[in-house]
């Protein structure tokens, strides 16, 4: 049978609780009984001393203690002044005969003998059973015959004129097996014991509700996830909690935005896709089927455009191919110690008769020092190379173009700039969009695929890099370039 969480949990608080209850019950009532036991102790200790008093006194009137081994009716009076009782219990009592045997008899034998009205009251702890007496000369006058050389129990001294004359022996009380101390604590056990019930009983319920309780968000979320396995993105968890629960259905619904979103931007790409190929391939096919059809006949001018449009076609397909390894994480990266100043300084070297041709004028402010980042060159060529593609495609002539590199404690920019036209403030952020294009200064006539930013926005974030674009105090676009700094 499969358990749910809810069930688990209850199972393991309930679990817990009982484990807890009954290890507190069972070390309460051991201590409750080691407790009571050595309350009674001290309190027997303080009888065995009021009756080692009681013996000297007897002593004293009689000069020994042979009365107590010929007649235990003798110690039995004593012992019956340590306790109150009514005046009833104090009338003569027969006495037995004395014991003929050598061996000394307890207490408790001598009070069997004779009706139940005479006997004594009841000895809850067993003291006179328990008690010995031994004489100055060592002679057991009460007690069993080995109680003057046992070792353990209380040992009382009897001392009368500054001197010994015998000792009082009470063995060591290890169980309450009558007498109301064994009722008092079985009560005390026994209530203990309905207590952890109770709580057992209360911690089952509580552990149920509290089980259902702390996870009735996760049925919604098992409904939102479900949904969202279905491809229905726009499910959105309920937040009812604002604990781990609260922040998980947080983060399904980020989750779920995310998903949405690019959902609607997969199905928007491939819809440019599809757009941006239909365009060369109309062209291409359009111009072959008029050679074919004589229309027009097979020069050089045709050759160039059916060329020139495949290679458009070509440079869209790899674009698209680039983007998507790049998304994937499949691109391979050699990355290394460069100085960015030598990359750049290489990089417009080679730009140099293209920009002259364009008529566009650069201005560099770079760095005189070394300026050291961790990169892949090539792909970071790719990413300034590219920029400065946009650049000389859409930039009006004559225009200018200005590139600087300053280095923070931490990061390296690279700043690239150019003149009108510019872009709207709010298509800035839109330029890393896949296939967006502004439709009057960057348009599809440039010969772009509208990649390119994308392109360069995933090689950047590779090297822990970002690009921002804005506006240009020359005219055009400011494109920002940040990377971080190595020493």
Same mark, same amino acid.
């Given at each position: 049978?499969?358990?749910?969480?809810?069930?688990?949990?209850?199972?393991?608080?309930?679990?817990?609780?009982? @484990?807890?209850?009954?290890?507190?019950?069972? %070390?309460?009532?051991?201590?409750? &009984?080691?407790?009571?036991?050595?309350?009674? /102790?001290?309190?027997?200790?303080?009888?065995? &001393?009021?009756?080692?008093?009681?013996?000297?006194?007897?002593?004293?009137?009689?000069?020994?203690?042979?009365?107590?081994?010929?007649?235990?009716?003798?110690?039995?009076?004593?012992?019956?002044?340590?306790?109150?009782?009514?005046?009833?219990?104090?009338?003569?009592?027969?006495?037995?005969?004395?014991?003929?045997?050598?061996?000394?008899?307890?207490?408790?034998?001598?009070?069997?003998?004779?009706?139940?009205?005479?006997?004594?009251?009841?000895?809850?702890? !067993?003291?006179?059973?328990?008690?010995?007496?031994?004489?100055?000369?060592?002679?057991?006058?009460?007690?069993?015959?080995?109680?003057?050389?046992?070792?353990?129990?209380?040992?009382?001294?009897?001392?009368?004129?500054?001197?010994?004359?015998?000792?009082?022996?009470?063995?060591?009380?290890?169980?309450?097996?009558?007498?109301?101390?064994? %009722?008092? %604590?079985?009560?005390?056990?026994?209530?203990?014991?309905?207590? !952890?019930?109770?709580? =057992? *009983?209360?911690?089952?319920?509580?552990?149920?509700? $509290?089980?259902?309780?702390?996870?009735?968000?996760?049925?919604?979320?098992?409904?939102?996830?479900?949904?969202?396995?279905?491809?229905?993105?726009?499910?959105?968890?309920?937040?009812?909690?604002?604990?781990? @629960?609260?922040? @998980?259905?947080?983060?399904?619904?980020?989750?779920?935005?995310?998903?949405?979103?690019?959902?609607?931007?997969?199905?928007?790409?491939?819809?440019?896709?599809?757009?941006?190929?239909?365009?060369?391939?109309?062209?291409?096919? !359009?111009?072959?089927?008029?050679?074919?059809?004589? %229309?027009?006949?097979?020069?050089?001018?045709?050759?160039?455009?059916?060329?020139?449009?495949?290679?458009?076609? /070509?440079?869209?397909?790899?674009?698209?191919?680039?983007?998507?390894?790049?998304?994937?994480?499949?691109?391979?990266?050699?990355?290394?110690?460069?100085?960015?100043? #030598?990359?750049?300084?290489?990089?417009?070297?080679?730009?140099?008769?293209?920009?002259?041709?364009?008529?566009?004028? #650069?201005?560099?402010?770079?760095?005189?020092?070394?300026?050291?980042?961790?990169?892949?060159? *090539?792909?970071?060529?790719?990413?300034?190379?590219?920029?400065?593609?946009?650049?000389?495609?859409?930039?009006?002539?004559?225009?200018?173009?200005?590139?600087? #590199?300053?280095?923070?404690?931490?990061?390296?920019?690279?700043?690239?700039?150019?003149?009108?036209?510019?872009?709207?403030?709010?298509?800035?952020?839109?330029?890393?969009?896949?296939?967006?294009?502004?439709?009057?200064?960057?348009?599809?006539?440039?010969?772009?695929?509208? @990649?390119? $930013?994308?392109?360069?926005?995933?090689?950047?974030?590779?090297?822990?890099?970002?690009?921002?674009?804005?506006?240009?105090?020359? !005219?055009?676009?400011?494109?920002? =370039?940040?990377?971080?700094?190595?020493?």
């Amino acid at each position: 049978m499969q358990l749910s969480i809810a069930k688990k949990l209850a199972i393991a608080i309930t679990a817990i609780v009982i @484990l807890s209850i009954g290890t507190m019950a069972w %070390v309460s009532s051991q201590n409750l &009984k080691r407790g009571f036991i050595s309350y009674l /102790n001290e309190l027997e200790q303080q009888d065995l &001393k009021k009756l080692s008093q009681l013996l000297a006194e007897d002593f004293r009137q009689h000069g020994n203690f042979d009365r107590f081994y010929h007649d235990r009716g003798n110690m039995r009076d004593l012992l019956d002044q340590l306790r109150p009782h009514s005046p009833e219990e104090h009338r003569e009592q027969p006495q037995p005969p004395p014991d003929t045997n050598d061996a000394a008899t307890p207490l408790d034998m001598q009070a069997l003998e004779g009706p139940s009205e005479q006997r004594p009251p009841p000895d809850p702890t !067993g003291f006179a059973q328990r008690l010995s007496l031994i004489d100055a000369h060592g002679k057991v006058i009460i007690g069993p015959k080995d109680a003057a050389t046992a070792q353990d129990g209380s040992w009382q001294k009897i001392i009368f004129d500054k001197q010994v004359i015998g000792n009082l022996r009470l063995a060591p009380l290890r169980n309450i097996s009558n007498g109301n101390g064994l %009722v008092f %604590v079985r009560i005390q056990i026994q209530q203990t014991i309905w207590l !952890g019930a109770a709580l =057992i *009983v209360f911690a089952l319920i509580f552990s149920i509700y $509290l089980a259902r309780y702390l996870l009735r968000p996760l049925k919604s979320l098992h409904k939102v996830t479900k949904r969202i396995a279905k491809g229905q993105f726009q499910a959105r968890a309920e937040i009812v909690s604002y604990d781990e @629960l609260g922040e @998980l259905s947080k983060d399904i619904n980020s989750m779920a935005r995310s998903l949405q979103q690019n959902e609607i931007q997969r199905r928007q790409m491939l819809a440019d896709i599809s757009h941006e190929l239909r365009t060369p391939l109309t062209v291409i096919l !359009g111009e072959i089927e008029a050679l074919i059809d004589g %229309v027009r006949t097979s020069s050089p001018a045709a050759m160039e455009s059916l060329h020139a449009e495949a290679i458009h076609l /070509n440079k869209l397909v790899d674009d698209v191919r680039q983007l998507t390894l790049a998304d994937a994480g499949d691109l391979r990266y050699e990355f290394g110690r460069i100085d960015i100043v #030598v990359l750049i300084n290489s990089i417009m070297q080679r730009y140099s008769n293209r920009l002259e041709k364009a008529q566009i004028s #650069v201005e560099k402010v770079l760095p005189a020092e070394p300026t050291f980042v961790r990169a892949d060159t *090539v792909r970071l060529t790719q990413v300034i190379s590219n920029l400065l593609e946009n650049s000389i495609r859409y930039t009006d002539s004559p225009g200018k173009l200005s590139l600087t #590199v300053a280095s923070s404690r931490n990061f390296v920019e690279i700043c690239i700039e150019d003149s009108a036209p510019g872009v709207p403030p709010h298509a800035h952020a839109l330029l890393f969009d896949r296939l967006y294009r502004v439709d009057q200064a960057r348009s599809r006539a440039h010969g772009g695929s509208g @990649l390119g $930013l994308s392109i360069c926005r995933a090689l950047l974030a590779a090297h822990d890099g970002e690009i921002n674009a804005m506006s240009s105090d020359l !005219g055009g676009l400011k494109l920002l =370039i940040r990377l971080p700094l190595i020493k």
